[in-house]
């Protein structure tokens, strides 16, 4: 069974570019994440998404972040513009159920972006 | 406020030793689930255990354990007889049990752990 895919795997672009990121979750998996991660420390969440409904965003930096879901399964998340603080590793992630507290999130190899 | 501290930012280990990375957790919540991943160089976080809360045995899988604490907060895992492959990022993560926390995975800033030979 194939994991999640994301890509790129890595990008650089020139800041105020805009930049895109695709992910492919695990078949079946109705929830899907995208998470940051700066350099030396751990993922941050930037949005959630049951089936195609975004559930939480409250970490997406709305101004230009954007995230889609469309049929519940592929998402993209963009950025524009990009910043030079919006170099990181850019990770998806999928897990099945209700969420409960044994949930297990299954993690792309993610997409690192460097803005220059 | 934080819910994971890993108070632990590197740590060596000799080949064939055993280590202890440490791991504390913040929550109100009686229902909550206690994970930790692997992430080698190459970018991939990789599960390794879980441990529930309602758990009344450490969970263990292979070389890897979980010393959990209930009422010290604490879920720190041992990795047993360490191999040069270990070396690696190692990140505690927490999910919380109530609806509206659900499906949250948050993490700490991890542990980076080098094994010597």
């Known amino acids: 069974e194939a994991g999640v895919v994301q890509s790129p795997r890595y990008k650089i672009i020139e800041k105020k570019q805009p930049v895109a990121f695709w992910c492919n979750p695990i078949?079946?998996?109705?929830?899907l994440y995208w998470y940051r991660q700066n350099l030396g420390q751990g993922p941050e969440l930037l949005i959630r998404?049951?089936?195609?409904?975004?559930?939480?965003d409250s970490q997406l930096p709305k101004d230009r972040f954007s995230a889609e879901r469309l049929k519940g399964v592929d998402s993209t998340l963009k950025i524009q513009p990009a910043e030079l603080g919006d170099s990181a590793v850019y990770l998806c992630?999928?897990?099945f159920g209700s969420g409960g507290p044994n949930t297990e999130a299954f993690f792309g190899q993610g997409t690192r972006l460097t803005v220059v | 406020a934080q819910k994971i501290t890993q108070t632990q930012p590197g740590m060596f280990v000799q080949e064939k030793e055993a280590v202890t990375l440490d791991c504390t957790y913040d929550?109100?919540?009686?229902?909550?689930?206690l994970f930790w991943y692997k992430q080698p160089s190459s970018g991939e976080m990789i599960f390794l255990i879980y441990?529930?809360?309602?758990?009344?045995q450490n969970a263990t899988e292979g070389r890897y354990s979980l010393n959990f604490q209930k009422a010290r907060k604490s879920a720190n895992l041992v990795i047993s007889a360490s191999q040069l492959g270990d070396s690696a990022m190692y990140f505690c993560?927490?999910?919380?049990?109530?609806?509206?926390?659900?499906?949250?995975?948050?993490f700490g800033a991890g542990t980076i752990l080098r094994v010597k030979s």
């Open positions: 441990q529930g809360s309602y758990d009344e």
């Open positions: 998404y049951e089936n195609e409904e975004a559930v939480d």
């Open positions: 078949s079946g998996h109705n929830t």
């Open positions: 929550t109100s919540d009686q229902s909550y689930g």
């Open positions: 992630a999928s897990s």
């Open positions: 993560a927490m999910r919380e049990g109530l609806r509206e926390y659900g499906n949250k995975l948050v």
